[in-house]
């Protein structure tokens, strides 16, 4: 076990990695599975520090995730973090939407396309490699269903680190030029995600990546605690209140359970009024063996050979799919897996509506909102916050049919008038 080497000056509200099955906790470090049962371990704060944290020097705080660094493990030194500017992204009420799918109660949408590569992943990797900077990684990787191949890449470029990123050879050709332009090593592997996490769990053990951090592997506590920024932000966003509930796509299950962290984790510092609230979960028919076992009323996530055009999504073996299964069941909500068919006209109903163009994993969540509301799963007078969780260009291929100009014209009005336009 790596420990902390370089720890930062002001002390972190993080006090242990604390094992989500057994409890038993271990020393803040680069370790990211129980010694005594195997379990994921996750970070455990001190609750008195979290309780010195208040809303007006958060506000105060720059006008991106680091204005959360007082409930996060690290970056409480402004000059260990690594920002790009991420977070802060727009909550857009989605009026248009909530009518065509009959809500009486507002829907949001949490953007977090805006953020600078355009997925949700900026925040976990914000974390994480400030995390491998304070831990004393010197090389920073990942394996990556697309998304957090751009984000490490860019990060790593950012800082200057070199990088190493590891996904399926078979990704959208926007994923893999997006992370190939920024200069760090690029691996294809010719086979699927969950293959390529394995080959990374095996290289994590050689001595050539002993000084490599691998931000969803052994810098993981740390890299899932950046998806907790996006309750924050819903939260101070609504005014300090934590919305009745929120609808989130799922491929390891990871960030959907953040979220709901992070909400409790406000209550605990005294930022927003307790209250309860619903997690909802999505993902794609082609890879859904989280919503699966929900449907089988089933604790345990059977793997499963993904496929289907929601890629970001296809984690075919989810680490966190049974918290994710807790979050949903233990808070009353629900899940649903849609089709590739289903998909496209998700993406496309949350354009035309609200003016957001999401890549196909938004266009999952879309979807499922739209199905639970259609099979009375979920209670559309409550205030619902749906996660659009990466951007429309990247997944271009996926709704391209149909998506072409009204008319071709001359630059005429005998143009416009030959097109019926006039
Ligand atoms: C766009 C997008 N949304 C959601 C997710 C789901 O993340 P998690 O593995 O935390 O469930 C991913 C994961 O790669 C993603 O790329
Ligand atoms: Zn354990």
Redesign the pocket.
């Known amino acids: 076990m790596t420990v902390l080497l370089d720890r930062p000056i002001v002390p972190s509200p993080a006090s242990a990695l604390v094992c989500r099955n057994c409890g038993a906790q271990f020393p803040l470090g680069a370790q990211h599975a129980c010694f005594e049962c195997f379990g994921p371990l996750e970070i455990g704060y001190d609750p008195t520090a979290l309780a010195r944290v208040t809303r007006e020097e958060i506000e105060a705080g720059p006008h991106s995730l680091w204005r959360y660094a007082g409930l996060l493990p690290v970056g409480q030194n402004p000059a260990t973090r690594v920002d790009s500017g991420t977070g802060m992204t727009p909550l857009i009420r989605a009026d248009r939407l909530a009518d065509e799918l009959g809500f009486t109660a507002p829907v949001w949408i949490k953007d977090d396309s805006a953020n600078p590569t355009h ?3 900026d925040r976990v990797v914000s974390v994480a490699i400030t995390a491998a900077r304070e831990l004393g990684f010197e090389r920073i990787a990942c394996a990556s ?4 191949a751009n984000s490490v890449a860019a990060h790593a470029a950012r800082v200057g680190m070199p990088s190493i990123v590891f996904i399926p050879a078979d990704l959208e050709p926007a994923k893999i030029i997006q992370t190939a332009i920024y200069g760090g090593t690029l691996v294809g592997v010719e086979g699927s995600y969950d293959d390529v996490n394995r080959l990374c769990s095996e290289l994590g053990e050689t001595d050539e990546f002993e000084n490599t951090g691998f931000v969803n592997l052994n810098v993981r506590p740390y890299y899932a605690e950046g ?1 907790k920024t996006l309750g924050f932000e819903v939260a101070e966003q609504l005014g300090w209140r934590i919305p009745g509930q929120y609808v989130a ?8 359970t953040k979220i709901h962290k992070g909400f409790k984790e406000l209550i605990e510092a005294g930022l927003v009024p307790a209250s309860s609230w619903r997690v909802y979960g999505a993902q794609s028919a082609g890879c859904a063996p989280i919503a699966t076992a929900f449907a089988d009323g089933s604790a345990d996530v059977q793997p499963v050979k993904p496929t289907g055009i929601a890629k ?2 296809n ?1 075919g073996s989810p680490a ?1 799919g049974p918290y994710a299964l807790d979050a949903v069941r233990s808070t009353g909500g629900s899940m649903a897996a849609v089709d590739d068919d289903e998909i496209r006209a998700g993406v496309r109903l949350l354009a035309r509506t609200t003016g957001v163009f999401a ?1 196909t ?1 938004g266009g999952v969540t879309v979807a499922v909102l739209r199905k639970l509301v259609e099979a009375g799963e979920i209670d559309t007078s409550i205030e619902t916050v749906v996660f659009n ?2 951007e429309g260009l990247k997944t271009i291929d996926a709704v391209s049919e149909g998506a072409v100009p009204t008319a071709i014209i001359q630059p005429t009005l005998k143009g416009m008038r030959a097109a019926g336009l006039l």
């Open positions: 997925s949700f992943k269903t697309g998304n957090l998806s796509p799922m491929a390891s299950g990871s960030m959907l970001s999504l984690i966190d890549e994993a969780t990466g």
